[in-house]
């Protein structure tokens, strides 16, 4: 893969030894804002490293990342998430490794998220080993036997077999 990817804006607002700042208005699209932005108008150094984490996400999956869970697909993460066009054009470890590095730009904490020359490290050192995520922030913790075999059973349509709140952002 070869990225295309050189900046997201918001990060140019910064002052040379600024680590965070509060903006005026919430400006951008909700789908790749970070939380704390989206919420409260804060600017860290962060938030572009959870908008890449989100795009990183969305060109492994070849999907929007307000789609919704397709019941013909695998029930599994790596089969739904994988784009088909990528099957033969990328390794499998490439593939893993760029869903892996997204999720950790994704996380909700700013802190728990990694700075973007670390995540230019570890895209670029296959050997460089990865720290596990930290526990999604909406994560409901069910049985996913009884969780799948409820989604199966019921003949309404589900845009996910997970269980997560469902949050709307609106601009202060």
Excluded: W
């Excluded at 600024?18 to 005026?24: G, H, Q, R, S």
């Excluded at 909700?108 to 922030?137: C, F, G, Y």
């Excluded at 994560?139 to 996913?144: A, C, E, G, L």
């Amino acid at each position: 893969m070869n990225p295309k990817i050189s900046d997201f804006g918001l990060a140019r607002i910064f002052g040379v030894n600024e680590l965070e700042v509060n903006t005026n208005r919430v400006v951008g699209t909700y789908g790749y804002m970070s939380p704390e932005y989206a919420m409260s108008g804060i600017v860290s150094m962060k938030i572009d490293v959870f908008s890449f984490g989100v795009l990183v996400l969305e060109i492994v999956s070849g999907k929007k990342n307000n789609s919704c869970y397709h019941s013909e697909r695998p029930l599994n993460l790596i089969g739904y998430l994988v784009d088909t066009a990528l099957d033969e054009s990328c390794s499998p470890n490439e593939v893993l490794r760029c869903i892996h590095v997204g999720i950790l730009c994704a996380q909700d904490q700013p802190t728990d998220r990694p700075t973007m020359s670390d995540v230019v490290s570890m895209l670029t050192n296959e050997t460089m080993i990865l720290p596990a995520p930290k526990q999604p922030a909406f994560f409901v913790d069910v049985n996913p036997d009884e969780e799948v075999l409820d989604v199966l059973n019921n003949d309404s349509k589900h845009c996910s077999v997970n269980s997560a709140t469902i949050s709307v952002l609106e601009a202060r």
